[in-house]
Nanobody, 118 residues
Framework: QVQLVESGGGLVQPGGSLRLSCAAP???????????MGWYRQAPGKQRELVAA???????NYADSVKGRFTISRNNSQKKVYLHMNSLKPEDTAIYYC?????????WGRGTQVTVTS
């Protein structure tokens, strides 16, 4: 079982920044390296959607709505993945979930709330 622990959510004004972190404490480093890690979000009344993903060799993929504003990165030695969010907008308000995928099997964190409001 892959445990994922998110942190870093909170309340921020439009135009502000946040950094989300996700740790996988039970994975050994060599195993973490093989997972594609991602961030998803779910706003009230909407389906969960992919925000950004980063593969084992650091190839990245972003939702069109966050391109140029969000950056995903990973530190394999620390078994962590990060989401740097800049120029936040009210429509970025959602619960953000960390995801680990390998061989079509998904693991999820419990989520962290991000609220963008003035």
């Amino acid at each position: 079982q892959v445990q994922l622990v998110e942190s870093g959510g909170g309340l921020v004004q439009p135009g502000g920044s946040l950094r989300l972190s996700c740790a996988a404490p039970r994975l050994i480093t060599s195993v973490f390296w093989g997972y594609t890690m991602g961030w998803y979000r779910q706003a009230p009344g909407k389906q969960r959607e992919l925000v950004a993903a980063i593969a084992s060799r650091d190839a990245t993929n972003y939702a069109d709505s966050v391109k140029g504003r969000f950056t995903i990165s990973r530190n394999n030695s620390q078994k962590k993945v990060y989401l740097h969010m800049n120029s936040l907008k009210p429509e970025d308000t959602a619960i953000y979930y960390c995801n680990a995928n390998q061989g079509g099997v998904d693991y999820w964190g419990r989520g962290t709330q991000v609220t963008v409001t003035s």
